[in-house]
């Protein structure tokens, strides 16, 4: 494997969970932060536990929804991996911040019950506490509450689906002459 190419992806990925971790500590153990507004009618600090998925989904058990999280995970790393040689720094990075984004959120379902004492490993919540109060007709334009993970991951989806032409590998010769 490439080591430079490598560290485009682990940079990016270490740096995300890092913080993410510090941003959710600081707020989770500082009670002036967890209710405050930022941007006066736009942006604040909300903080909550969230047990379930992304956007507040609660279809699976919490302990369920950390397994599938580590799955999916290796899934994309593996899936990086093997395309690493075809791989853009951009790709890279971007993998890379969905990853981190995700080991952020994994950290929290793997330890945050046991340090907050109501359950054991795989059953904690992941904290949330960045929120979009802007509100029209008093309807939430974004009724949720997310995180600094979240915001690597949406962005990187984002930046890869706009820009995918240019970030995303090129398929190799022989994935081009089986395809025609």
């Known amino acids: 494997m490439n080591s430079k190419k490598l560290w485009f992806l682990f940079a990016p990925a270490l740096l995300a969970a890092l913080i993410d971790q510090?941003?959710?500590q600081l707020v989770r153990t500082t009670p002036t932060l967890q209710n405050l507004e930022i941007i006066p009618g736009w942006l604040a600090f909300a903080y909550t536990q969230n047990p379930g998925m992304?956007?507040?989904i609660d279809w699976f058990p919490t302990w369920a929804v950390s397994l599938i999280s580590m799955v999916a995970v290796a899934g994309i790393f593996i899936y990086v991996a093997r395309n690493l040689s075809q791989a853009t720094t951009g790709y890279l990075i971007c993998m890379g911040l969905i990853l981190g984004g995700a080991l952020g959120n994994i950290i929290d379902r793997l330890i945050m019950a046991k340090i907050?004492?109501?359950?054991h490993i795989l059953q904690g919540r992941?904290?949330?506490?960045?929120?979009?109060?802007?509100s029209i007709g008093g309807d939430p334009v974004f009724p949720?509450?997310?995180?600094?993970?979240?915001?690597f991951i949406s962005t990187s989806i984002i930046l890869l689906?706009?820009?995918n032409r240019r970030l995303l590998p090129e398929p190799s010769n022989t994935e081009t002459a089986q395809s025609d």
């Not at 907050?116 to 359950?119: A, K, Q, R, S, V």
């Open 161 to 163: 689906l706009l820009f």
């Open 22 to 24: 510090l941003t959710k």
């Open 126 to 134: 992941v904290n949330d506490f960045l929120y979009f109060n802007f």
């Open 144 to 151: 949720y509450i997310f995180n600094m993970a979240d915001v």
């Open 116 to 119: 907050e004492g109501y359950g």
């Open 54 to 56: 992304a956007l507040g």
